[in-house]
């Protein structure tokens, strides 16, 4: 079993996946954060076409989300929008039978449809709050596993930085775990 952890540099979710043993890759056009063997620094579009048993993807929300909904009007004039529509489109109709699209609340709950399901970091033993969507083909929803309270909105509240993108988009270690031992059982 071959498990597809996509858009991900961090190898959060893919360590998630290997620790319980599992064949995970991460791919993404950055190289990893973690320098790691399992992670394949390319265009992940080719990679679909290849035989996965899961796939997990975090395509890029920065054209898609409604905190950027102010820069909308140029993102559509220029094709940017577009853009990040089509390739999250890409793991909408990707032939593996399990999927996973995470991103945040945005256009594609009215382009393409309402997510199954919107989670929080608090349900997974965080105590922050960020709505995260996740879209799902052959899985179930995610059952929450740590509800703590102290519910902060670190992300929101994070100063402009020239990492802050990349910061504000890492996956929480208690949600990759869930990710994990969840979705795991169905591959």
Known sequence: ????????????????????????????ILPSSDNSEWHLQQDVIPLLNENWSLIIAFPPCTHLSVSGARWFKEKRA??????????????VNCDCKMVAIENPIGIMSTLYRKPDQIIQPYEYGHPEQKSTCLWLKGLPKLKPTNIVSGREQKIWKMPPSKDRSKLRSKTYHGIAKALAEQYSKFA
């Open 1 to 28: 079993m071959a498990i597809l952890i996509a858009c991900e540099e961090s190898g959060i979710v893919r360590r998630a996946f290997r620790e319980l043993g599992y064949n995970a890759w991460s791919c993404d």
């Open 78 to 91: 220029d094709g940017r929008q577009q853009q990040g529509i089509d390739f999250f489109m890409k793991f």
